[in-house]
């Protein structure tokens, strides 16, 4: 059973970068899409990026398109969530799941099996 583990989280500023981390074990990461999603208080959880199998397809949410990017690294079971640009809306607790979509990646939460358990990400002046 696949379990992902989120890292990298802290305190940005507007304007900045930081990367996330999500770290699988468990089973072999590169049988796994790889999604990330973020949750602010009060407000439902929504997509940010995700990831296919191979790296080959990647998919992001409006509001992060040309800031973030993502990457995988297949060999050391890890994918990276790349922030760059940071807006204070961006705050919010950050989550990587993982599921076993053949060749693509989907932005819909449901649509994951797997969860990790969430990095915070503060951004502010």
């Known amino acids: 059973q696949l379990q992902v583990v989120e890292s990298g989280g802290g305190l940005g500023v507007p304007g900045g970068s930081l990367r996330l981390s999500c770290a699988a074990s468990?089973?072999?990461?590169?049988?796994?899409?790889i999604g990330w999603f973020r949750q602010s208080p009060g407000k439902e959880r929504e997509a940010v990026s995700c990831?296919?199998?191979?790296?080959?397809?990647?998919n992001y949410a409006d509001s992060v398109k040309g800031r973030f990017t993502t990457s995988r690294d297949n060999a050391k079971n890890t994918v990276h969530l790349h922030m760059n640009n940071l807006k204070v809306e961006d705050t919010a607790v950050y989550y990587c799941?993982?599921?076993?979509?053949?060749?693509?990646?989907?932005?819909?939460?449901?649509?994951?099996?797997?969860w990790g358990q969430g990095t915070q990400v503060t951004v502010s002046a």
């Open positions: 799941a993982a599921d076993e979509f053949e060749f693509s990646c989907s932005l819909l939460p449901a649509a994951y099996e797997s």
């Open positions: 468990g089973a072999t990461l590169a049988d796994y899409a």
């Open positions: 990831i296919s199998r191979s790296g080959v397809i990647e």
